[in-house]
């Protein structure tokens, strides 16, 4: 067996020598006997983080309002290896960076030998060559040393803080904020719990498993081996490798992240729709990560005779209410504040934030894994509509951030019209008043 791992992986020995500590920086070199791990790579937004017009009219911006101030803030998480050698300080020469180096790699992912804090990326490399995974007992090959690492196995706890603390970003003193609280979030989930007790690391959702070998050479073990992919929130703006299959695999994660519930009846002053919204599969509050930038809404249209009688957030999160009839639709984000009050899209000017998600799943008193909020939209009627329909709606980013970003002339306008809406399926709700029914559900949780 190692005779055939080292004669399908020699082209990525010429030149070195065995013992050395160091691992190659390109991917594509892990690609060579990992196709399938590297192409899931590739199409990431790990391999993404730093190609993104966004990210980079974001730190642009972030820097020239701070003098420089913002200093690798950002880049030390979208371009780490990069940060580390000293290629960039600040992330405004990435150009200049080989792309061996752009973004979150194979290398500095699989190097990690201790994690040693909860956010703001506190990890140590080890030097010594080996790559480390959740795989046991891995099989000697003479391509590079391979260590299990807890951190790396998805059946365990531990591996949950590999991936949480880069997920957790607080800002720069003078006033640090807690920014970004994707793994606080999931630490107070009902997901946090030991895997015999129904508990699911960061793995287990993102990184879904399959079986097979873990190197495509001749003779590897059969392993269970994991996705690449990461689906999450953020896609690809511009031409990438697996563009459509990265949406793809969002929309399925989107799908079973919330369910809803609708009930139409008549109240004192007319008539009531309540929606009732529950996260039910997210491993933290909805939407998670950067949510200061993402927008979830939820529109609500009511029919009677053909006619509209009733509409919230058809125009999307942003706009003001028009009026009694159409009130300010209903939307989860964060909301950052300035040191005034004034509300901001920098973060970098905010003293604190306003959260307004969709909590995260956490045990009631009897250790029932549920939780839900509710809204009433009443508008006065004394006569049942004919049809109501509810969806929910998301956007990676919202256009009111987007806008800013074009007029200051830090993005393409564009890049800006790139940015999908999606519909989360498990919250879409149709009521008939034919039907004789006065709650309605998705069909899979009746």
Same mark, same amino acid.
């Given at each position: 067996?190692?005779?055939?791992? =080292? $004669?399908?992986?020699?082209?990525?020995?010429?030149?070195?020598?065995?013992?050395?500590?160091?691992? +190659?920086?390109?991917? @594509?070199?892990?690609?060579?006997?990992? *196709?399938?791990?590297?192409?899931?790579?590739?199409?990431?937004?790990?391999?993404?983080?730093?190609?993104?017009?966004?990210?980079?009219?974001?730190?642009?911006?972030?820097?020239? $309002?701070?003098?420089? &101030?913002?200093?690798?803030?950002?880049?030390?998480?979208?371009?780490?290896?990069?940060?580390?050698?000293?290629?960039?300080?600040?992330?405004?020469?990435?150009?200049?960076?080989?792309?061996?180096?752009?973004?979150?790699?194979?290398?500095?992912?699989?190097?990690?030998?201790?994690?040693? /804090?909860?956010?703001?990326?506190?990890?140590?490399?080890?030097?010594?060559?080996?790559?480390? /995974?959740?795989?046991?007992? +891995?099989?000697?090959?003479?391509?590079?040393?391979?260590?299990?690492?807890? =951190?790396?196995?998805?059946?365990?706890?531990?591996?949950?803080?590999?991936?949480?603390?880069?997920?957790?970003?607080?800002?720069?003193?003078?006033?640090?904020?807690?920014?970004?609280?994707?793994?606080?979030?999931?630490?107070?989930?009902?997901?946090?719990?030991?895997?015999?007790?129904?508990?699911?690391?960061? /793995?287990?959702?993102?990184? *879904?498993?399959?079986?097979?070998?873990? @190197?495509?050479? *001749?003779?590897?073990?059969?392993?269970?081996?994991?996705?690449?992919?990461?689906?999450?929130?953020?896609?690809?703006?511009?031409?990438?490798?697996? &563009?459509?299959?990265?949406?793809?695999?969002?929309?399925?994660?989107?799908?079973?992240?919330?369910?809803?519930?609708?009930?139409?009846?008549? %109240? &004192?002053?007319?008539?009531? =729709?309540?929606?009732?919204?529950?996260?039910? @599969?997210?491993?933290?509050?909805?939407?998670? %990560?950067?949510?200061?930038?993402?927008?979830?809404?939820?529109?609500?249209?009511?029919?009677? %005779?053909?006619?509209?009688?009733?509409?919230?957030?058809?125009?999307?999160?942003?706009?003001?209410?028009?009026g009694a009839g159409d009130p300010r639709p209903w939307v989860f984000r964060d909301i950052l504040r300035d040191v005034h009050g004034a509300e901001t899209?920098?973060?970098?000017?905010? @003293?604190?934030?306003?959260? &307004?998600?969709?909590?995260?799943?956490?045990?009631?008193?009897?250790?029932?894994?549920?939780?839900?909020?509710?809204?009433?939209?009443?508008?006065?009627?004394?006569?049942? *509509?004919?049809?109501?329909?509810? $969806?929910?709606?998301?956007?990676?980013?919202?256009?009111?951030?987007?806008?800013?970003?074009?007029?200051?002339?830090?993005?393409?306008?564009?890049?800006?019209?790139?940015?999908?809406?999606?519909?989360?399926?498990?919250?879409?709700?149709?009521?008939?008043?034919?039907?004789?029914?006065?709650?309605?559900?998705?069909?899979?949780?009746?």
């Amino acid at each position: 067996m190692r005779r055939a791992w =080292l $004669a399908a992986c020699a082209p990525l020995l010429a030149g070195t020598v065995l013992a050395a500590p160091t691992l +190659p920086d390109d991917p @594509a070199s892990c690609g060579r006997c990992h *196709p399938g791990h590297y192409r899931e790579w590739a199409g990431s937004m790990h391999a993404y983080a730093v190609k993104d017009p966004v990210f980079r009219a974001m730190n642009r911006l972030g820097q020239d $309002a701070t003098g420089g &101030k913002l200093g690798d803030f950002c880049v030390a998480c979208h371009a780490p290896l990069a940060v580390r050698r000293g290629l960039t300080r600040d992330g405004l020469n990435l150009d200049q960076v080989p792309e061996t180096l752009h973004g979150v790699t194979c290398q500095f992912c699989h190097t990690v030998e201790a994690v040693e /804090g909860g956010h703001n990326h506190p990890l140590r490399l080890a030097g010594d060559g080996a790559v480390r /995974g959740g795989i046991a007992d +891995p099989v000697a090959n003479a391509v590079h040393a391979s260590r299990y690492s807890a =951190l790396h196995d998805h059946a365990r706890p531990e591996s949950a803080a590999l991936c949480g603390s880069c997920h957790d970003i607080d800002t720069p003193p003078p006033t640090p904020v807690a920014l970004e609280r994707t793994f606080r979030e999931w630490r107070t989930s009902v997901y946090a719990r030991p895997r015999d007790r129904g508990g699911l690391t960061c /793995g287990g959702c993102h990184m *879904p498993g399959r079986d097979g070998p873990a @190197a495509d050479v *001749p003779d590897a073990p059969p392993r269970r081996v994991h996705s690449h992919r990461w689906p999450g929130v953020d896609v690809a703006l511009e031409d990438f490798p697996d &563009k459509e299959a990265q949406r793809a695999a969002i929309q399925r994660l989107l799908d079973s992240a919330v369910a809803g519930r609708l009930c139409v009846g008549m %109240g &004192k002053r007319g008539v009531e =729709l309540r929606v009732t919204l529950e996260n039910l @599969a997210a491993g933290h509050a909805f939407p998670s %990560g950067a949510a200061q930038d993402r927008r979830l809404w939820v529109e609500v249209s009511a029919r009677r %005779g053909g006619k509209q009688v009733f509409a919230s957030g058809l125009e999307g999160p942003e706009p003001p209410a028009q009026g009694a009839g159409d009130p300010r639709p209903w939307v989860f984000r964060d909301i950052l504040r300035d040191v005034h009050g004034a509300e901001t899209h920098r973060f970098w000017e905010a @003293a604190r934030i306003e959260s &307004k998600l969709l909590p995260v799943p956490v045990a009631d008193a009897q250790g029932r894994a549920a939780h839900h909020v509710s809204r009433t939209y009443r508008y006065p009627d004394r006569r049942l *509509p004919d049809t109501v329909e509810v $969806a929910v709606r998301l956007r990676p980013i919202g256009r009111d951030v987007l806008d800013e970003l074009v007029r200051l002339g830090y993005l393409e306008a564009e890049d800006r019209e790139q940015v999908p809406t999606f519909g989360l399926g498990g919250a879409r709700l149709s009521w008939r008043a034919a039907a004789g029914r006065t709650c309605v559900e998705p069909a899979a949780r009746r």
